[in-house]
């Protein structure tokens, strides 16, 4: 098995499979209360992980949604796990479209402990799937039975060193 083949199946060992993954999410902002320059914000998100990209549900008219349709380069780290990657931020549209039944239907599933309790309203039109497709990262893989490995992955290019 080649790197790039370990490192995604690292990754789908520790995210994959169902999983409600707790993401810091990143993004480049203006903050017109400071100074109006670019400046990053994070905040913490749950991700439905599958296929190089991580699946959030949110609000179209947040700020993080607003910070990515004006720059949609992003980070994501999840620190427990040794994983942080870049990417690139992109707005599915309404969880309720057609086009998103499918993968919806997973996050939902991934989420069900705590989607259904009056934290998200599929209703509104606003609530959106946004897809965090990952470009480049790096993964610690602490348990190699050869001892640590990081992998420095390249997703668009389907390699690791």
């Avoid at 720059?71 to 040794?82: D, T």
């Avoid at 992109?90 to 069900?112: H, I, T």
Wanted: proline content about 3%.
């Amino acid at each position: 098995m080649n790197k790039y083949n370990e490192a995604m199946k690292l990754l789908d060992k520790r995210f994959g499979n169902g999983k409600d993954n707790g993401v810091s999410l990143a993004t480049i902002g203006h903050d017109p209360n400071v100074d109006g320059k670019p400046r990053p914000a994070v905040r913490n998100v749950d991700g439905y992980y599958e296929d190089g990209a991580f699946y959030v549900v949110t609000y179209t008219k947040s700020n993080k949604m607003d910070q990515i349709e004006a720059n949609p380069a992003v980070a994501v780290a999840i620190h427990f796990e040794w994983f942080f990657a870049s990417g690139i931020g992109e707005n599915l549209g309404w969880v309720r479209d057609g086009k998103n039944a499918e993968m919806m239907k997973k996050v939902r599933a991934a989420f069900a402990q705590w989607y259904g309790n009056g934290h998200v309203n599929e209703e509104d039109p606003n609530t959106c799937l946004l897809c965090v497709r990952l470009t480049e990262g790096s993964i610690l893989d602490e348990e190699n039975a050869n001892g640590e490995v990081r992998y420095h992955i390249d997703f668009v290019n389907k390699t690791a060193q």
